[in-house]
């Protein structure tokens, strides 16, 4: 664990010392929880969103986007349950003064019994060598059975609880099992209260009755309210879909673990509008299609798994998360939820309006069902520049730190280096650039060893980097260097737009989304 803390360090300092993410306000010491996006970060995070844009609105006949403002009516919040239900248990350590979300506390608590289990079969593997069968020692070793049940106890306490809206049973689950403040160490807690997460302004001037309202705790809402808007303008027929891309904002009171967490952050939300009744096998088919999107990145299969919630909000008829391995554990990016005709109802009834769907095929006029896939754009930029962040020792002992990002979503795609400032070389690599810009974004930079060029071009992903030499200017060809494997390939610059053009589409990767 420390190890990965140690890595998780490095990573943070690499994002701030390579332009992709500063901490907000720096000069006046940051505002906690709040980050900005620097000259790389902004590049990676808009190839993110149209990686996800696309794959919903190119790929999907029946998905449309809009952008809706993020000042909502008031009302709107009331209809969506977030004014009265949109809360974080809390608990305070009375020795630290910190402050902690109960339900993370037991989570975490459960994740050390999933951990003891582990390492009894991964100790029992290595004594058993091949003829080893770990389902059956799950089923009958006495210690991780005695895990195991300790386990579901807390697990289902903690359950029942969440389901019951009981804090005074979720403090007692703290209390029994003896968890610690990580900070003073101490069991010393207040109770558990539960506490908003929606931040509030005013509209308007005090003197005519300001209008209090919120900064939308998330973009779904804005496709809610907007829903019969595009069906209508839009002559969409059930099943389709609304996507949506932009900023929301959570009063986290545990914001920690860099932009995984942030007061302010940005979400990729699509709503998908089907009939009553079929929303179960849209739930399964939406799951699988995300989890692709995920895996054609080919960050590594194994570090994606499914989290089936436990609690489903008063809403929803299934929900799952996608979860990643940070170097923090596996920890949520998305979220699929069969959110049921709950928010077009409830919106029904506050407006007064009908947003009722006439099925033509049914002759019948009902309210949609709704399945929702909802990724934090953050929280994908966080997985994706963990899983690519590798220091590499390379022959003769020099080590390099290089960001395998896919080339797909690199902030650079091709950077060109004159091998000299002199002799013509320059221009000649101005030239290149000038015949490139139209396909993709590329970099010149002439200062320092070629070396040094291409350690900086490896700390912020990019795919491939091209050498302007004096033979360049006999017969016009380059040397290609390939960030990955390193070899480099001498061709012709008539190439280069094919090439480095194959390598950064995102085509493939759409490809594999929509194969079988
Ligand atoms: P968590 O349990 O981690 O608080 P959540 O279940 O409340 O997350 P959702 O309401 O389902 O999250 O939001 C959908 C997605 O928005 C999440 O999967 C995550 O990627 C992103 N997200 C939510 N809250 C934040 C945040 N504070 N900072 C960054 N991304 C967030």
Same mark, same amino acid.
């Given at each position: 664990?420390?190890?990965?803390?140690?890595?998780?360090?490095?990573?943070?300092?690499?994002?701030?010392?390579?332009?992709?993410?500063?901490?907000? /306000?720096?000069?006046?010491?940051?505002?906690?929880?709040?980050?900005?996006?620097?000259q790389?970060?902004?590049?990676?995070?808009?190839?993110?969103?149209?990686?996800?844009?696309?794959?919903?609105?190119?790929?999907?006949?029946?998905?449309?986007?809009?952008?809706?403002?993020?000042?909502?009516?008031?009302?709107?919040?009331?209809?969506?349950?977030?004014?009265?239900?949109?809360?974080?248990?809390?608990?305070?350590?009375?020795?630290?003064?910190?402050?902690?979300?109960?339900?993370?506390?037991?989570?975490?608590?459960?994740?050390?019994?999933?951990?003891?289990?582990?390492?009894e079969?991964?100790?029992?593997?290595?004594?058993?060598?091949?003829?080893?069968?770990?389902?059956?020692?799950?089923?009958t070793?006495? +210690?991780?059975?005695?895990?195991?049940?300790?386990?579901?106890?807390?697990?289902?306490?903690?359950?029942?609880?969440?389901?019951?809206?009981?804090?005074?049973g979720?403090?007692?689950?703290?209390?029994?099992?003896?968890?610690?403040?990580?900070?003073?160490?101490?069991?010393?807690?207040?109770?558990?209260r539960?506490?908003?997460?929606? =931040?509030?302004?005013?509209?308007?001037?005090?003197?005519?009755?300001?209008?209090?309202?919120?900064?939308?705790?998330?973009?779904?809402?804005?496709?809610?309210?907007?829903?019969?808007?595009?069906?209508?303008?839009?002559?969409m027929?059930?099943?389709?879909?609304i996507?949506?891309?932009?900023?929301a904002f959570?009063?986290?009171?545990?914001?920690?673990?860099?932009?995984? *967490?942030?007061? %302010?952050?940005e979400?990729?939300?699509?709503?998908? =509008?089907?009939?009553?009744?079929?929303e179960?096998?849209?739930?399964?088919?939406?799951?699988?299609?995300?989890?692709?999107?995920?895996?054609?990145?080919?960050?590594?299969?194994?570090?994606?798994?499914?989290?089936?919630?436990?609690?489903?909000a008063?809403?929803?008829?299934?929900?799952?998360?996608?979860?990643?391995?940070?170097?923090?554990? =596996?920890?949520?990016?998305?979220?699929?939820h069969? +959110?049921?005709? =709950?928010?077009?109802?409830?919106?029904?009834?506050?407006?007064?309006?009908?947003?009722?769907?006439?099925?033509? %095929?049914?002759?019948?006029?009902?309210?949609?069902?709704?399945?929702?896939?909802?990724?934090?754009?953050?929280?994908?930029?966080?997985?994706i520049?963990?899983?690519?962040?590798?220091? %590499?020792?390379?022959?003769?002992?020099?080590? *390099?730190?290089?960001? @395998?990002?896919?080339?797909?979503?690199?902030?650079?795609?091709?950077?060109?280096?004159?091998?000299?400032?002199?002799?013509?070389?320059?221009?000649?690599?101005?030239?290149i650039?000038?015949?490139?810009?139209?396909?993709f974004?590329?970099?010149?930079?002439?200062?320092?060893?070629?070396?040094? +060029?291409?350690?900086?071009?490896?700390?912020?992903?990019?795919?491939?980097?091209?050498?302007?030499?004096?033979?360049?200017?006999?017969?016009?060809?380059?040397t290609?260097?390939?960030?990955?494997?390193?070899?480099?390939?001498?061709?012709?610059i008539? @190439?280069? /737009?094919?090439?480095?053009? %194959?390598?950064?589409?995102?085509?493939?990767?759409?490809?594999?989304?929509?194969?079988?």
């Open positions: 664990m420390a190890q990965q803390e140690e890595v998780f360090k490095k990573l943070i300092a690499h994002c701030k010392e390579y332009g992709f993410v500063f901490p907000s /306000s720096e000069i006046y010491d940051g505002l906690s929880a709040v980050y900005d996006y620097g790389n970060g902004v590049e990676l995070k808009n190839n993110i969103k149209r990686y996800w844009w696309d794959s919903m609105v190119l790929l999907n006949e029946n998905v449309v986007g809009i952008d809706a403002a993020i000042f909502m009516h008031p009302t709107t919040w009331k209809a969506s349950g977030h004014v009265d239900a949109f809360n974080d248990p809390l608990i305070d350590n009375k020795d630290s003064k910190k402050r902690y979300r109960a339900d993370v506390l037991i989570e975490e608590l459960l994740a050390k019994y999933d951990d003891k289990i582990e390492k079969v991964e100790k029992a593997a290595k004594r058993f060598g091949e003829s080893f069968d770990a389902t059956l020692f799950r089923q070793n006495p +210690r991780v059975q005695e895990h195991q049940a300790k386990r579901d106890e807390i697990h289902n306490r903690f359950v029942k609880a969440l389901n019951d809206n009981d804090l005074d979720l403090k007692q689950i703290i209390v029994d099992y003896e968890i610690v403040c990580p900070v003073s160490g101490t069991k010393n807690w207040t109770d558990v539960q506490f908003n997460l929606m =931040f509030s302004t005013e509209m308007g001037s005090t003197a005519d009755g300001a209008l209090k309202i919120y900064l939308r705790p998330e973009t779904a809402q804005g496709i809610f309210v907007n829903y019969l808007n595009v069906q209508k303008t839009g002559r027929k059930i099943p389709f879909g996507a949506q891309i932009g900023k959570r009063n986290e009171i545990v914001a920690r673990q860099f932009i995984f *967490r942030m007061r %302010e952050f979400q990729m939300e699509m709503q998908f =509008f089907v009939r009553p009744g079929s179960l096998e849209w739930f399964k088919q939406w799951k699988a299609t995300r989890l692709k999107w995920h895996k054609a990145l080919g960050l590594g299969d194994h570090k994606y798994r499914f989290h089936d919630h436990d609690k489903l008063h809403y929803a008829n299934a929900a799952t998360d996608i979860e990643f391995e940070m170097p923090f554990g =596996f920890k949520e990016v998305e979220g699929i069969s +959110r049921t005709d =709950f928010d077009l109802s409830s919106h029904e009834k506050f407006s007064g309006k009908s947003i009722k769907y006439f099925d033509p %095929e049914l002759n019948e006029s009902y309210t949609p069902f709704v399945i929702e896939t909802s990724i934090g754009v953050d929280r994908m930029f966080l997985s520049i963990a899983a690519a962040y590798t220091e %590499e020792t390379l022959e003769g002992g020099e080590t *390099r730190v290089v960001l @395998k990002l896919p080339p797909a979503l690199a902030p650079i795609k091709l950077a060109i280096l004159p091998l000299i400032k002199k002799d013509g070389l320059p221009e000649k690599a101005r030239e650039i000038e015949s490139l810009k139209f396909d974004k590329c970099q010149y930079d002439e200062k320092d060893s070629i070396g040094k +060029r291409y350690r900086r071009q490896d700390a912020i992903g990019t795919p491939y980097c091209v050498t302007v030499d004096h033979e360049t200017l006999e017969n016009n060809t380059v290609l260097r390939d960030r990955d494997t390193m070899l480099q390939e001498r061709i012709s008539d @190439k280069l /737009s094919t090439i480095v053009g %194959e390598k950064v589409s995102m085509k493939p990767l759409f490809k594999k989304i929509t194969e079988g």
